[in-house]
């Protein structure tokens, strides 16, 4: 529940207290460093639907999916937001 309304905080909790972010990425750090940035919801979801180190099963990848779709609507959520800030300011 605190990865879904807060991603960036339950994934720095999870490299604290856990070794998934390793497992789940093969001891890179690069890799989840971007995505902590970047992509949050992904990179969460990614870790929790690879927790056994396997490899995600096919509802994880859907998981996987919800992230990456989450992260878009935010990204793109602030552009539109900041259109209609410009348009109210001008009117």
């Not at 490299?15 to 969460?44: M, Y």
């Amino acid at each position: 529940m605190l990865g879904a309304a807060f991603p960036r905080f339950a994934l720095f909790i999870t490299w604290l207290f856990t070794g998934r972010i390793s497992a789940a990425f093969d001891g890179g750090w690069a890799l989840p460093l971007v995505g902590f940035f970047l992509l949050p919801f992904t990179t969460f979801f990614y870790v929790v639907a690879n927790s056994d180190g396997q490899g995600p099963s096919t509802i994880g990848w859907l998981f996987v999916g919800f992230g990456v779709l989450l992260d878009l609507g935010i990204l793109g959520g602030g552009g539109q937001q900041a259109t209609e800030r410009r348009r109210v300011r001008n009117a």
